[in-house]
Structures are given as C-alpha cells and as structure tokens.
C-alpha cells in the first residue's frame, strides 16, 4: 500500500507562487508515475502535471509554462512549483501515485488534498 501525503497549500494573491509537496510512503518501490490532480467547485477532477520515474513530464495546458513538477527520490517527495497564479487555478489540489501491483493491475492511490486558494 501507498501513503501520499500532501502539504503547502494556502491563500495567495494573483500572481504570486506556491510550492505543494507530496511525501509517498508505503511500498513505494512500485510506483512508476506521480501526478498532481485538481478539483474546483462544480467541476470535475483534472490532470494538473504528472512525472515518471524517468523523470519526463506532461503539463496540462492551463498550467503550462507556470507550473513545474519535479522529484526528490532520496525523500520520495513530488513538488509542484506553481507561479503566476490567477483566480481560476483556486481548487483543492490532490497528489497521485500509480503502483504496479502486477503485469495486468496498477493500483491507483490518492492523497487527502491540499487547498490551494488564489484571491486579492
């Protein structure tokens, strides 16, 4: 099993940055990708950026140019570096993990969410 662990969210006003950090514990040797989700009210979940254990990335395109998502293997840490910040990036941000249980099941595991508030 997978423990995420999700710190670093907060208010912040337009334009500012913030950093949210994701800790995995567990049996975290069989985790091959991470990623950071968001949800805002009436909407639902979507992809935010995710890193594999090769270190490659994919950004969604709202995000794209203000965000970075990067790793620290020796804490088994995620972080996601968020700058400019506008209003619509206002949600609760969760961290996720994909664990390869077998060659035919990957087990998907979620963090609690960190709110993550952008107002004046």
């Known amino acids: 099993q997978v423990q995420l662990v999700e710190s670093g969210g907060g208010l912040v006003q337009p334009g500012g940055s913030l950093r949210l950090s994701c800790t995995a514990s567990?049996?975290?040797?069989?985790?091959?990708?991470m990623d950071w989700y968001r949800r805002s009210p009436g909407n639902q979940r979507e992809m935010v950026a995710k890193?594999?254990?090769?270190?490659?990335?994919d950004y969604a395109d709202p995000v794209r140019g203000r965000f970075t998502i990067s790793r620290d293997n020796a804490e088994n840490t995620i972080y996601l570096q968020m700058t400019s910040l506008r209003p619509e990036d206002t949600a609760v941000y969760y961290c996720?993990?994909?664990?390869?249980?077998?060659?035919?099941?990957?087990?998907?595991?979620w963090g609690q969410g960190t709110q993550v508030t952008v107002a004046s």
């Open positions: 996720g993990a994909d664990e390869r249980i077998s060659a035919v099941r990957i087990d998907r595991h």
């Open positions: 890193i594999d254990n090769l270190g490659n990335t």
């Open positions: 567990g049996t975290i040797g069989s985790v091959y990708s």
